[in-house]
């Protein structure tokens, strides 16, 4: 049973205009969800995170938006570049209840269109 | 400065042998975890340590699968008897600490294969 879910295997966007990633999750003892970008052959590196007491969070380019009645987020990439063509996964961890691990959904490959 | 490293990059291995896999995680970072990416999926957690114990093997799939960390610093996870379905890219990521504001920084992954 999938705890985080990304529907979106694959999103292409045009250079300069917005990304928008979305991901669902169903645990509702999640309190703590990231996003972690991943090029082939390298590990994720980490892009932006959000906890529960929050609805947005905003760094640069890249803004992620919680919405916890849907249990649904998304990450908005504003404007996209070349450079953002990789792997997004959503990730979503129970760190208030003292749990450190991440449980991943299947990730979303965004190709950013020159 | 140096990230988390992994060796080998590449493990291919024959379906019943025993297999190590090493990471070393960022210089001072107390915290050290094992994921497990098979094909189209996502990382999948398999252990966490903190300093030298185990604090968290609740994903290990079964007793086949060991790993240690005796000096709180390198892990090695082990795998006994390898099955086909083990066949995976195994991510070892690392934390300064635990919990918010701690990032978890990972390797490049070992991609094991069981042939």
């Known amino acids: 049973d999938q705890q985080v879910k990304q529907n979106s295997p694959s999103l292409s966007v045009q250079e300069g205009r917005i990304s928008i990633l979305n991901c669902d999750y169903t645990n509702s003892m999640f309190d703590y969800f990231l996003w972690y970008k991943k090029y082939p052959a390298e590990g994720p590196t980490f892009l932006i995170s959000?906890?529960?007491?929050?609805d947005k969070n905003e760094d640069g380019r890249f803004t992620v938006f919680l919405n916890k009645s849907a249990k649904h987020l998304s990450l908005h990439i504003v404007p996209s570049q070349p450079g953002d063509s990789a792997v997004y996964f959503c990730?979503?961890?129970?760190f208030g209840a003292g749990s450190y691990q991440l449980t991943f959904g299947k990730g979303t490959k965004l190709s950013v269109i020159p | 400065g140096a990230g988390v490293s992994q060796t080998p990059s590449n493990k291919v291995t024959e379906k019943g042998k025993y297999v190590e896999l090493r990471c070393d995680p960022i210089s001072g970072h107390t915290a050290l975890y094992w994921y497990r990416q098979s094909l189209g999926q996502g990382p999948e957690f398999l252990i966490y340590?903190?300093?030298?114990?185990?604090?968290?093997d609740s994903g290990l799939p079964n007793d086949r699968f060991f790993a240690v960390r005796p000096e709180g610093s390198v892990s090695t996870l082990k795998i006994q008897r390898t099955e086909r379905g083990d066949s995976a890219v195994y991510l070892c990521?690392?934390?300064?600490?635990?919990?918010?504001?701690?990032?978890?920084?990972f390797g490049p992954g070992t991609r094991l294969t069981v042939l």
């Open positions: 990521a690392s934390s300064l600490g635990q919990g918010f504001d701690n990032e978890q920084f």
């Open positions: 990730a979503a961890s129970q």
């Open positions: 340590f903190q300093g030298t114990g185990a604090a968290d």
């Open positions: 959000i906890s529960s007491i929050k």
